[in-house]
């Protein structure tokens, strides 16, 4: 059975750059540590936009362009990233909050080999890491969801504890 680690758009735009957050800058080395020592298997996300973000739904609403492709903010954090290559972890582009084939993947993972569960951690703790783990939810109902309070950020400290309850009610173990 595997324990799977996903970490959640540990991008600079949400660390140093556009949305960049002190809290999200805090918890990045203290990840990428968390990640390099994990004994299982390890899967990232991205959130990825493209040049024409401002004209979607979500750049109506938030009309603060990041995470374009390839662009220096659309990469994973420096050490986060070293995690990522020096383990040949996979990596799910989404232009969504939640990742339908992030989803996919975990329940064929879960057909072949059986995931005991999926813990997360990054960032936004009321945005992505909150859609994700109700999606994993969704496609593994039997499996263990469970979310490291101390290693996500949110956009706020309070809409990071909103969400941790959310989910929390909504039977994702809160770490």
């Not at 990840?31 to 990825?48: H, Y």
């Not at 703790?125 to 949110?154: H, M, R, W, Y």
């Amino acid at each position: 059975m595997l324990r799977i680690l996903a970490v959640i758009d540990m991008q600079k735009d949400f660390i140093d750059g556009s949305l960049g957050t002190p809290e999200a800058a805090a918890i990045a080395a203290p990840l990428a540590s968390f990640a390099a020592n994990w004994e299982g298997p390890v899967i990232f996300t991205r959130d990825t936009h493209d040049e024409d973000y401002l004209n979607t739904q979500e750049g109506r609403r938030l009309p603060v362009p990041h995470c374009l492709k390839d662009s220096e903010g659309w990469q994973l954090a420096d050490p986060l990233d070293e995690v990522r290559r020096s383990r040949n972890c996979p990596v799910f582009d989404k232009e969504t909050f939640g990742s339908r084939s992030l989803g996919e993947y975990l329940a064929l993972q879960n057909e072949l080999w059986g995931v005991e569960e999926v813990v997360l951690a990054g960032v936004c703790t009321d945005i992505c890491v909150i859609s994700n783990a109700l999606l994993i939810k969704a496609f593994l109902p039997e499996t263990t969801v469970a979310v490291v309070s101390s290693l996500c950020a949110g956009v706020t400290p309070q809409s990071h504890q909103n969400a941790l309850a959310a989910m929390a009610a909504c039977q994702v173990e809160i770490r």
